[in-house]
């Protein structure tokens, strides 16, 4: 689906946001805090638009995404940056690679959320940071059923006019509809295994940015696997 709108993939994304991706970029990059010689992970980097800013701080940035077309888009785009086609649920690198690893509103496309986490978990180093941009629900039941009214009648009229393939942001849509709330999102990147989780709302709730650590403890780390199931997966280095 998502090979068939790379070509205006950021412009649909901006016309539907009223302009607000933008700010949602520049809170999500400053929430990762990049560093020079940092190594950083972007999954569902699109067409590279939140890779950039990641990779102007210093840090090593690669971006993946399961979409080829995405991919070419974004090393066209972005030719001094590694790009990498990849599926969330399972990351083509090793354990302990990343010092963060960031995902911008591609969580919820993604066919198990909580799988797809647990692989964030997985690659991150010990003390490393996750950040999730996503959309959510606005806590206010006015701006609820606002929200929730314009992705219903004013959307797929922006669609139509902004999109090269209208068909498949009736997808996108729905998807923004069936997402679960902030808190629910919070106790799934818990479960996992991320400690100090926490979110803040941006644009009345429309957004929600999520964060979490990889414990630097040894012992809470192993306690987290034997809860869940998980032993030390070995990863693939690619």
């Known amino acids: 689906m ?10 649909t994304n901006t016309a539907l946001s009223v302009g607000n991706d933008f700010l949602w970029r520049i809170a999500t990059a400053k929430a990762i805090d990049p560093k020079p010689g940092e190594r950083v992970l972007d999954i569902a980097c699109g067409t590279g638009t939140s890779t950039l800013p990641l990779a102007k701080s210093g840090a090593t940035v690669v971006g993946v995404d399961f979409s080829p077309e995405m991919i070419a888009e974004a090393g066209r785009r972005h030719p001094k940056i590694e790009f990498r086609q ?5 990351l083509p690198f090793g354990d302990d690679e990343f010092d963060a690893v960031t995902i911008s509103f591609g969580l919820r ?6 799988q797809a986490l647990a692989e964030m978990y997985r690659v991150l180093k010990p003390g490393g940071r996750v950040v999730i941009c996503e959309f959510s629900k606005p806590p206010r039941a006015l701006l609820r059923a606002g929200y929730f009214a314009y992705l219903k009648v004013v959307a797929p009229v ?7 393939n209208p068909e498949a942001y009736r997808y996108l849509v729905e998807s923004i509809r069936e997402w679960p709330d902030q808190g629910t999102l919070t106790q799934w990147i818990r479960g996992v295994g991320f400690t100090r989780v926490a979110y803040r709302n941006l644009t009345a709730g429309v957004v929600a940015l999520h964060r979490g650590r990889k414990p630097e403890d040894q012992a809470i780390r192993a306690a987290t696997a034997r809860r869940t199931g998980r032993s030390r997966q070995p990863g693939t280095t690619g």
Request: net charge negative; proline share 4%.
């Open 109 to 114: 496309n993604v066919q198990d959320p909580k």
């Open 2 to 11: 998502f090979d068939h709108v790379a070509a205006g993939y950021d412009r």
């Open 158 to 164: 922006v669609v139509g006019i902004t999109s090269s």
């Open 86 to 90: 990849a599926d969330a649920m399972k």
